[in-house]
């Protein structure tokens, strides 16, 4: 279909969930996560202030450079790592059919 | 002993609009927040961000919100416990009033409790340690309290932020025996005059730094002894240290909430969409805290909650007077 591309999304639990991510209602990662009840807090809303969304992205899509605000985040957050994502700040566009990504510890 | 109509468990949005909404029906309102300023999220996590869906501000600053809700409750005198978290709740003997202490030892008393808490309380991130607990005021401590109580102790800091580096510069000066900065980046996100001093107080041999560092254990016998630091790329260095303060920031936590009796449903109160009741009489819960289906969080929804619920909560309160809507373009404000 059109305006749809598929995100695969692995639980704290190893469990695999494959998503379907609308490209068209203007939604990033933590939003999807939450419109499929998956455990992510994203306290903040999606301002890139809390960390509560991270993700570890598993697959090499090319994503958007890190913003100031995504830095500072990840940096008061814990279980970092090279790979981790704030997932309120990747945005669902086509380019990202495919996208493969693993909830980060609590 | 603090009495008021109407205790507003939360000092954001929803809660100083209750105190307006409340005011406009001769109910007094007192609000206790866990944080040291008014506007829960607004004012410690986003007060410089736009809000575009306030309706009739095509674009206001959070922080500018908040300045307006105080404002427009001013008139109805709120009181104010702020920098204490409601702790317990518990009703009077005839069963008409709660008893809401604070985390101060507070006293509250009121016949309607309206929680409108938000995420919960702001509480201190703690890291990811399995024994860190074991340590806490031993030697572990996630907030400054009184500084002169590192006098002369090896005190290490964790944290990128400004409070890691203004206590580690505060402390370094004069105060602590041997200030030791862990942070696991090269990189300080904290103010740059005070990144600066620290670089400089580093170099002067007045703060021990440690970058791409990160606390993995903690260890002592009883109380704090030493910390297990993991450095990147590899190897691992014990730290000997009498206090060590994990600066990471506030996240919010539904905290002792939880047990006041209340229905939870994923860490939100469930409520009646009637008026906004949850199943305790005369507790109620408006704006994120709360859950029914069909639930948005958002600020212009916890306004209707709130209004809807001052309605019912002054029936609760005098159940035999007749109240009768009015506008505030009729009558204007009167305040108390």
């Known amino acids: ?30 939003e999807l996560c939450k419109s499929y009840e998956l455990p992510v807090e994203g306290t903040c809303g999606g301002m890139a202030m809390c960390a509560s969304c991270q993700v570890y992205v598993l697959s090499d899509h090319l994503l958007p450079a890190k913003s100031d605000n995504e830095d500072a985040a990840l940096d008061q ?19 990202l059919d495919g996208l493969k990504l693993k909830l980060a510890g609590e | 002993m603090i009495e008021t109509d109407i205790l507003i468990i939360g000092a954001g949005p929803c809660g100083l609009f209750t105190v307006f909404e409340a005011g406009l029906l001769k109910l007094h309102c007192h609000l206790i927040d866990a944080l040291p300023q008014p506007g829960g ?120 932020g400004d409070s890691a580096l203004d206590w580690s510069i505060y402390l370094a000066n004069g105060v602590a025996k041997e200030v030791t900065l862990i942070h696991r980046s090269k990189s300080f996100r904290g103010h740059p005059d005070s990144v600066q001093k620290v670089l400089d107080m580093s170099a002067g041999g007045k703060i021990k730094l440690l970058t791409d560092a990160e606390v993995t254990r903690v260890g002592g016998n009883g109380i704090l002894g030493e910390l297990t630091v993991q450095h990147q790329p590899e190897g691992e260095s014990i730290l000997q240290t009498d206090h060590w303060l994990p600066l990471f920031g506030l996240s919010p936590k539904l905290g002792p909430l939880a047990e006041w009796g209340l229905n939870i ?30 639930k948005l969080k958002l600020i212009l929804c916890g306004f209707h909650e709130a209004t809807l619920m001052v309605q019912s909560a002054f029936k609760r309160i005098y159940p035999d007077k007749n109240y009768v809507l009015k506008y505030t373009t009729v009558n204007g404000i009167q305040g108390f």
């Open chain 1, 77 to 95: 957050a814990f279980f970092v790592k090279s790979n981790s994502r704030l997932a309120c700040q990747i945005h669902l566009t086509k380019e």
């Open chain 2, 41 to 160: 999220q607004l004012t410690e996590i986003y007060p410089k961000k736009p809000i575009y869906d306030i309706p009739g501000f095509p674009e206001i600053l959070a922080g500018d919100l908040v300045q307006h809700l105080m404002k427009q409750a001013e008139p109805f005198k709120p009181g104010f416990t702020l920098g204490e978290r409601a702790e317990k709740v518990e009703k009077t003997e005839d069963g008409k009033f709660f008893i809401v202490t604070g985390s101060r030892g507070t006293l509250h008393k009121a016949p309607v409790i309206a929680i409108a808490g938000g995420l919960g309380s702001f509480e201190p991130r703690k890291p990811p340690i399995p024994n860190i607990e074991q340590f806490e005021d031993k030697g572990v401590e996630y907030i400054v309290r009184d500084p002169e109580f590192y006098k002369g102790k090896r005190v290490a800091v964790s944290g990128g």
């Open chain 2, 265 to 294: 449903d994923k860490n939100s109160i469930e409520v009646d969409t009637f008026d906004y009741s949850t199943n305790v009489p005369g507790i109620y819960a408006i704006g994120d805290i709360n859950t029914y289906p069909g």
């Open chain 1, 1 to 30: 279909m059109e305006n749809i591309i598929h995100v695969t999304v692995i639980d704290r639990e190893g469990k695999e969930h494959l998503l379907e991510a609308p490209t068209d209602m203007n939604m990033n990662v933590m």
